[in-house]
């Protein structure tokens, strides 16, 4: 039986959370806030614009983190009849929320050049505050580029759906996006096959191009 509350859990809870919350709900308020600029009023009218996370949790997403290390945040409601061009207003809602995670990423990235070019003399406060920032901004650079990347596969109904979908006729997108109700059980799928063959292509995919990413912000996870 898994220990989720040992010692050793409960730290890299610690770790890994401040950096997740900040990146689910930041995400989540980037799609609502660019879709409200656009014209659709949905996501203020259901109080989804603000970065209390407790409007953004979803409860299976929440278990997940403690399942897997990762979750998700309820997606925030955009309705395109609200703009004036709803192609191009999914295209720049759709890609406000990896945006974010990038930006975010770059600033944690920050936090942790500055921690490494100062220096703090070995004591209470280094092994209590700085070493634990260090750790969190870490970790936080690493759960926005895979947020970010993983948001960015044009699978239904990941953000990179709306991305290509922008780029394809008419007619075909609409019969691309219809795998929307399919999208969690293509996603599924994608993982089920990766445990059983031993590749996975989403990790084959996605951490070669977070690893890189992470490089270039000059840090290594």
């Not at 061009?85 to 890609?95: D, E, F, S, V, Y």
């Not at 901004?137 to 895979?146: E, T």
């Not at 399919?182 to 989403?202: A, E, N, R, T």
Request: charged letters at 10%; hydrophobic letters at 50%.
């Amino acid at each position: 039986m898994f220990d989720f509350f040992s010692p050793e859990a409960l730290q890299r809870y610690a770790i890994l959370a401040p950096g997740l919350l900040i990146a689910l709900v930041c995400h989540e308020v980037a799609h609502g806030y660019v879709a409200y600029l656009l014209g659709d009023p949905t996501a203020k009218s259901q109080g989804r614009l603000t970065l209390n996370p407790i409007k953004h949790l979803d409860p299976l997403g929440t278990l997940a983190f403690f399942l897997v290390h990762f979750g998700w945040a309820k997606p925030v409601p955009i309705n395109p009849n609200f703009f004036k061009n709803p192609r191009k207003g999914m295209l720049l809602t759709a890609i406000a929320g990896p945006g974010v995670n990038f930006l975010l990423a770059a600033i944690f990235a920050l936090v942790i050049h500055i921690l490494t070019f100062t220096h703090f003399e070995q004591s209470q406060f280094t092994d209590t505050v700085i070493v634990p920032l260090y750790l969190i901004s870490q970790a936080g650079v690493f759960v926005n580029l895979i947020l970010g990347v993983f948001n960015l596969l044009p699978i239904p109904p990941l953000d990179g759906s709306n991305v290509l979908a922008y780029f394809l006729p008419p007619n075909l997108a609409y019969k691309y996006m219809s795998l929307n109700r399919y999208g969690f059980i293509i996603l599924i799928g994608i993982i089920m096959v990766g445990q059983f063959s031993g590749y996975s292509l989403v990790g084959a995919v996605i951490f070669p191009l977070v690893r890189g990413a992470a490089s270039l912000l000059g840090v290594t996870i």
